[in-house]
């Protein structure tokens, strides 16, 4: 299961890392470059990863009914913590605005990982 599971990602990492390697490390800031920032808005893998699916984050996010499930699910899975209730009540919003779910996880999905909070915590 272990050499399986590298065989599935050995190509992503090696994606990741000519992207975003940095000498060094990076110490207390983070300065992203063009290829960068499109690479995360615009990439067709990160998009691929996020296509909700019967087993991933945002298959299971779409087939919840309740808003309050999804943003906790939803935070718990990328920035390790509860919803605010700000946050939760925007969750709700935004899918009571929305008719396609599926979408509308994806998108949620994809802003926490872009997120600030997301890029420095982890």
């Not at 060094?24 to 909700?52: C, Y």
């Not at 087993?55 to 808003?67: V, W, Y």
């Amino acid at each position: 299961m272990e050499a399986a599971l590298s065989k599935a990602v050995d190509g992503h990492v090696k994606t990741f890392v000519t992207h975003f390697a940095v000498d060094g490390g990076q110490k207390t800031s983070f300065s992203a470059t063009a290829p960068q920032a499109l690479f995360l808005v615009n990439g067709p893998l990160l998009r691929k990863w996020l296509k909700p699916t019967k087993t991933n984050l945002t298959g299971r996010l779409a087939k919840l009914d309740d808003a309050t499930a999804i943003a906790e699910e939803l935070y718990m899975s990328i920035l390790n913590r509860p919803p605010t209730d700000s946050e939760q009540a925007e969750v709700a919003d935004y899918l009571q605005k929305v008719t396609n779910r599926n979408d509308a996880v994806t998108e949620f999905t994809w802003a926490l990982l872009l997120s600030a909070e997301f890029r420095f915590n982890h």
